[in-house]
């Protein structure tokens, strides 16, 4: 696992998979070794898979922030790029239409490069209301239907609000938690890299279970 300023790979069949996100990409309050994604390279590696898993995680970021860096971002040029973004828009009680906005021109930017994408998504906080909730939540399959990527549904699916797969806030993963994430992605990471970049128009079937 390299961080930006890391030197190209010197092997060209080397995948370079960029995870944009925010501190539940970044690793906030875990090692390096334990974070999303080493612990991710580390399952690709294990299949036989050769990656170099890219840290683009900002603690804080949001989608607006996501949107900011993407240029130089796809400067690193990358082969797929996996978006994990909005928890902190949901967080703040941002207008979902605008973090939608942002998601999908992040995602128009990856394409127009030929980049292959994958989406992950977030739900919104209980404690704003089931209108708020419900109109967050919908923006990550409707994202991934347009822009016909391989969408996985919750990034913290089997992590959230269980109190031993958590750091103390409550909020982030530690590392045994990140074990859990990286288990369940793992299916829809490997049919993203196993995707054809030039697919458009139609969205990518699930992964298997």
């Not at 949901?90 to 127009?112: H, V």
């Not at 739900?123 to 419900?134: F, I, Q, S, T």
Request: aromatic content about 4%; charged content about 20%; some cysteine.
């Amino acid at each position: 696992m390299v961080n930006i300023a890391s030197p190209p790979a010197s092997a060209a069949e080397t995948i370079r998979l960029l995870l944009l996100g925010d501190s539940l990409t970044a690793g906030l309050g875990l090692t390096r070794e334990t974070s999303y994604p080493a612990r991710l390279e580390t399952a690709l590696s294990d299949r036989g898979i050769d990656a170099r898993v890219i840290n683009a995680g900002v603690s804080g970021d949001t989608s607006a922030g996501g949107l900011a860096r993407i240029d130089w971002l796809l400067a690193e040029k990358p082969d797929a790029v996996i978006i994990e973004l909005g928890a902190n828009d949901g967080l703040r009680g941002f207008n979902p239409k605008a973090t939608e906005e942002n998601l999908d021109a992040i995602m128009g930017r990856i394409k127009d490069k030929g980049i292959k994408v994958m989406l992950c998504g977030m739900l919104a906080p209980p404690n704003l209301g089931r209108e708020y909730g419900a109109e967050f939540n919908a923006i990550y399959p409707r994202l991934a239907d347009k822009h016909g990527s391989i969408l996985y549904p919750f990034f913290l699916e089997g992590v959230a609000t269980k109190q031993h797969l958590n750091l103390e806030d409550g909020i982030h993963p530690n590392a045994a938690g990140v074990d859990i994430i990286v288990e369940g992605i793992l299916p829809y990471v490997i049919k993203l890299l196993e995707a054809d970049p030039r697919q458009s128009g139609q969205p990518l079937s699930p992964a298997p279970s």
